[in-house]
Nanobody
Framework: QVQLVESGGGLVQPGGSLTLSCAASTNIANFLFMGWYRQPPGKQRELVATIMNSGKTNYADSVKERFVIYIDSAKSTLNLRMNSLKPEDTALYYC???????????WGQGTQVTVSS
């Protein structure tokens, strides 16, 4: 059973920055791909960004040029650097991962990001 645990959420002012981290219970190199999703209040969960084990990344149009998804191999964590945050970025952010060994998606419990002055 793979476990994913997010951290780094919090309250930040518009225009500010925040970095989310996701720690996996297994070596992060064992994932085919990983991603960040978010669920704004009263809305459905949506894709934020994904990264393949090849390093290829994909971003939602709403976060391109502001967010960066990357893997810290030394710490074995998936990260999301969020810059120029906007109130509409307020959401519960989830880490997702699909292992190489099984076609099954694992999810973290979520970390809250609130952008407000």
């Amino acid at each position: 059973q793979v476990q994913l645990v997010e951290s780094g959420g919090g309250l930040v002012q518009p225009g500010g920055s925040l970095t989310l981290s996701c720690a996996a219970s297994t070596n992060i190199a064992n994932f085919l791909f990983m991603g960040w999703y978010r669920q704004p209040p009263g809305k459905q969960r949506e894709l934020v960004a994904t990264i393949m084990n090849s390093g290829k990344t994909n971003y939602a149009d709403s976060v391109k040029e502001r967010f960066v998804i990357y893997i810290d191999s030394a710490k074995s964590t998936l990260n999301l650097r969020m810059n120029s945050l906007k109130p509409e970025d307020t959401a519960l952010y989830y880490c997702q991962g699909r292992p190489l060994s099984v076609a099954l998606d694992y999810w973290g419990q979520g970390t809250q990001v609130t952008v407000s002055s």
